[in-house]
């Protein structure tokens, strides 16, 4: 099988199920929130919506079970929702994920991290010993518009000093897959969330790490100027 060779600076990661396996406390939380008010959320009504900010997330599931969209009851569900999750969530990973991460670190690529989770619940959810391994990173608290708008890639581009030409992204979910391109970027998907129909907007979709591993070949590009996260 010839291999996709892809000449690159960085590689841009989303985090909820590329690098973490968080995605299933997120489900559930929101499940067990909405159920509160009558809304039968189901699997696909929360993992096509990954990466979207979390008011956001709120109101379209309300208008499309047709319940009322109230300000402050909107956001007051939206912080019932976090809550449980920080009462839940574990931090687990994507197979072949901190494998995959250190041999590029190892190998001078530079690595940015473009994910909706806010600044806080990252610095919980994410160990230190991997937070440090990026260059860059990009929290939902770092942006007006989330995903599908391409500004938390273009922003990670910015602090990179680098073009789209430069970087690859890797996401696992349509409005990821979206932003990514809308910022001009070739894109990766994995099929760790959805399967493959719900991503053939990317330019390549993997069953796994591994496969992507097996599959594509990363080939040094030019060395830019990064600008460090805090």
């Not at 449980?84 to 901190?98: H, P």
Request: with cysteine.
């Amino acid at each position: 099988m010839t291999k996709l060779r892809l000449k690159v600076d960085s590689i841009i990661f989303d985090m909820d199920g590329v690098i973490t396996h968080t995605m299933p406390d997120h489900y559930r939380s929101w499940k067990t929130v909405l159920h509160r008010i009558g809304v039968p959320v189901t699997h696909y009504d929360i993992y096509s919506r990954e990466g979207q900010r979390g008011i956001q997330s709120v109101r379209e599931i309300l208008a499309q079970y047709q319940k009322p969209f109230e300000g402050r009851e909107a956001l007051k569900l939206l912080k019932d929702k976090e809550k449980y999750f920080k009462k839940i969530v574990r931090t687990r990973f994507i197979a072949g994920a901190r494998t995959f991460i250190k041999r590029l670190h190892k190998n001078d690529f530079r690595l940015a991290l473009v994910t909706g989770t806010s600044r806080h619940e990252l610095r919980r959810i994410l160990p230190k010993v991997w937070y440090d391994l990026f260059d860059v990173v990009v929290t939902g608290s770092d942006v007006r518009r989330g995903k599908p708008h391409p500004e938390p890639y273009l922003r990670s581009l910015s602090k990179l000093c680098i073009q789209p030409c430069e970087a690859v992204a890797i996401e696992n979910a349509p409005l990821g897959i979206q932003a990514a391109k809308n910022a001009g970027l070739r894109c990766l998907a994995l099929e760790t969330s959805l399967s493959r129909e719900h991503l053939k907007d990317s330019d390549a979709v993997f069953r796994s790490i591994k496969e992507l591993e097996r599959r594509v070949q990363f080939v040094k590009g030019k060395k830019g100027k990064a600008c460090r996260h805090p």
